[in-house]
């Protein structure tokens, strides 16, 4: 009688712990400048190859080279480079906050700035972006007051939004800032859909989606792939590959044995895998899909290869699960550093400038945040009116929550 080997349940494991260097040759890295670019009217099975490879512009020298290194001028570049300076400040000033228990939670984007922010600038005024948490710098890189985003994280009198959403869950449509959710991929149907509705309505506006690499996993993600490839929806898919989704590595997403940017294509929908550290990268390629989109081309997903240098949030603690210097041996770098090196390559920009640009930055955001915080935080109290709650809610406000409010003296 025939003997069968035991069955074995594969668990996916990173390649570096606590105390153990991380193996970053998984990565599957390619050589700035290698990758083709395809034309505008590609097909999905026509990017195979560029979803399992990487997309670089910028090589160690700080040169842009290869078929994606398109004309950018400076003056875009240099907007790029202090949008994400200024991000990483006021990330770093709103986490001291939150230590101070002036509000209850805060994420960081540090070391996915150009991600957000190249993509911003490829977009147009009218275009949506349905967003996950980690892009603050979206709002950034579009010059809104950081006062208004402070106030929104001290959910105090001057919120927009009343106290209703988690600190970092900001809604701005007047800057195309879709209500961000707490529940993982709700983002890329709402994209997909306001997306049809785009191209039902014959308008001219696209809509881009932002997701991570832990939330592939969710069913929403795939149905919202279903539904762009079907009905060409004018739409940029992103996920955001940071390797980490809270503690569980992006393996058991399933990107061990596949990337991310393959499911786009066996979902019939042209994708590109790209450095998402890379500045001129991630705006190119953003260029190219926002080309596809608003040509009725289709819908594009683009996996951005990034690392989450800080904690998931301020109630994680990454030391418990990955090594302590694993930002600083990523091979992809520090998106700031490298547009910075390329800048002062082109002769852009200079040591001196960049010292200027961070004292006025954190003089900007210091001034901004003793303004919000004389509104209110979470640790004096005065926070958004209790009165609050009972607006917005009907049109004709029931007589029974007249009289609650009655009693309550608000």
Known sequence: MRQNTPLRLHVPEPSGRPGHATDFSYLRLAPAGAVRKPPLDTTAIDTTDLAGTLVRVLDDQ???VGPWAEAVAPELLRKGLQAMIKT???DARMLIAQRQKKMSFYMQSLGEEAIGVAQVLALSKGDMCFPSYRQQNLLIAQ???????????FSNDCDRLKGRQLPVMYSMREHGFFSISGNLATQFVQAVGWAMASAIKGDTKIASAWI???ATAAADFQTALTFAHVYQAPVILNVINNQWAISSFQALAGGESNTFAARGVGSGIASLRVDGNDFL???AASKWAVERARGNLGPTLIEWVTYRAGPHSTSDDPSKYRPADDWARFPLGDPI???KQHLIGIGAWSEDEHNRTQKEYEAEVIAAQKKAESHGTLATGQTSSVATMFEDVYQDMPWH???QRQQLGV
């Open 281 to 283: 990268a991630v705006y």
């Open 143 to 153: 010059d809104v007051p950081l006062i208004d985003m402070m106030c929104q994280l």
């Open 337 to 339: 550093n490298r547009l």
């Open 401 to 403: 929550l007249r009289r």
């Open 62 to 64: 700080g040169k842009a």
């Open 212 to 214: 991570g690499d832990g």
């Open 88 to 90: 990483r400040i006021y």
